[in-house]
């Protein structure tokens, strides 16, 4: 029956004279050792802890001296078990931080190999702004404008015998007075006069440009334009 006893009862009958003197002078002395098992039971097994009460039994003829030898070596080899646990996690922790840290370096290099190995990506394409955007006629204007200029280095091609006078001076005061409202058209063959008016007309009928305006554009003295809006 003796194996089945706890490593405390066996404790306490193996020292039992002296249990029944101290009991005999405090009647709470088993219940004093059962208190501190409870207080310490997170750093003592009970195999531990009857250890250390063996310890006492042997090393003292009275309860204070027990209790006071009891306390001591509790708190002593408590405080290098405690320091130990503390030891164990920051050892462990230390462990998780390293793992997490190899981790960590493991996916950034996995991350610039892929990098690295992607083929470049393209550059984008830059829209371009129109500068005229504003103006929701502005792209047919130059469109004009440039149809204009392409008659005008047509025009003046070095093998070319004729003269050609600009838009802008096509007129003069004296032809206005002298020739009137067919001044203007001796100036221009019958492919470009069409071409000439069909510009003025057009920005007129636009609504949104004056006069001078539509002579800057089109590149014909202002008097030509009001002869070719009068018509």
């Known amino acids: 029956m ?21 009991e005999s002078v405090n009647g709470n002395f088993l ?20 250890t250390i009460l063996h310890f006492c039994f042997n090393h003292t003829t009275s309860v204070k001296s027990f209790f006071a030898l009891l306390e001591e070596q ?9 320091r130990r646990k503390q030891e164990e996690k920051a050892r462990k922790q230390e462990e998780k931080e390293k793992e997490r ?29 129109e500068a005229t ?36 001076k096509m007129i003069t005061d004296k032809d206005k007075k002298q020739n009137g409202d067919q001044s203007y ?3 221009y063959d019958e492919g470009k006069l069409q071409h000439v008016e069909a510009i003025v007309k057009s920005l007129y009928n636009k609504g949104t440009y004056s ?15 009001k002869q070719i809006l009068s018509r």
């Open 2 to 22: 003796v194996q089945h006893k706890s490593y405390l009862e066996r404790a306490i009958e193996f020292h039992s004279d002296k249990v029944k003197l101290y």
């Open 31 to 50: 219940y004093g050792i059962l208190q501190y098992q409870d207080v310490y039971k997170d750093l003592f097994t009970e195999k531990e802890y009857v």
């Open 74 to 82: 509790l708190i002593e080899h408590g405080a290098i078990r405690m």
């Open 101 to 129: 840290t190899a981790k960590f370096k493991e996916l950034e290099e996995s991350k610039r190999i892929e990098l690295s190995s992607a083929p470049p990506k393209q550059p984008e394409k830059t829209k371009t702004v």
């Open 133 to 168: 955007a504003d103006n929701k006629w502005a792209k047919r204007f130059l469109d004009l404008e440039s149809k204009l200029k392409e008659q005008k280095l047509a025009q003046s091609k070095p093998n070319e015998q004729r003269s050609e006078v600009p838009f802008k």
């Open 185 to 187: 058209k001796r100036k």
């Open 211 to 225: 006069l001078p305006k539509i002579s800057k554009m089109s590149g014909v003295d202002i008097e030509v334009v």
